[in-house]
């Protein structure tokens, strides 16, 4: 390699094999984060898990800058998947999901002290198949969203997009045909039917029906905001803001919701 091609690259970090980073979600611009997916993400390492094998374990290194110091504060391990962190505070969380000890933690890098502690450590069955877990913050939230089981249909308007609310359900093709998408339990009087949703596992116990085209992205107190996307038929976006406790639709606005570093949410409109 010409040497006057590096010249302009102040330093050259070795993450053992690692080649990209990031910067982390929520956090200040002194922070980055690399890792691998020997595993996929935690949905795909469950598979490999209920398969009756062991996912090969994550390797998650932070960066921190100017220095080019690097971290790495869980260490590596047959069946242990690591998340993408959130930041919040002063810390950097980290979701850990050990399948041989069938549990699923969040812990918490210090960024003044670079110790690790755990926040929170719960059985790996209320993650129920992992798809789309991660964590958020403001406040720190163990969130999830797909296919599962939401309560009874006869709670606020929630869920399916504003096609339902004029008459056209998105919830299939089998309900246009008059045939009922709720299941047996529902039928024998549960009060249950599947149904995309969305659910937050900790701190709070929350779960409401969403459009499949919905992704939850921020909360303020009381309301979450979730970016919803439309080919109709050009492609667009907008955002969908729904109340935390009931999981109704409050409103809809054209662009997207972005959290600033220090905590404020600014629209793109």
Known sequence: MDEKLLAPLAREL????????????????????????????????????????????????LVHWPDGEVFTPIE????????DPVAHGGAIYLLEIDFPAGRASARAFDCQSRTLSTV????????EDCYNLMLHTWPLMLTLQGHGTVGSAEGPESACCAEEAEGVSPCGAEEAEGASPRGAEEAEGAGTREAYRFRVIWPEELSFEIAP?????????????FSAWFEDPDYREETVVRSAKTGEILGRFSGDVVRMPNGELWRVS
Not at 120 to 127: A, Q, T, W
């Open 120 to 127: 929170f450590s719960l059985p790996i069955g209320e993650c």
């Open 213 to 225: 085209n919905e992704s939850f992205g921020e909360r303020a107190g009381d309301l979450l905001y």
């Open 76 to 83: 590596k391990r047959p069946g242990l998947v690591i998340g």
């Open 14 to 61: 070795d993450l053992g094999g690692i080649s990209y980073i990031e910067n982390i979600r929520g956090g200040s611009p002194e922070w980055y984060f690399g890792k691998d997916y020997p595993a996929g993400d935690p949905y795909e390492a469950m598979e490999i898990w209920q398969d009756g094998k062991t996912p090969e374990g994550t390797t998650l290194k």
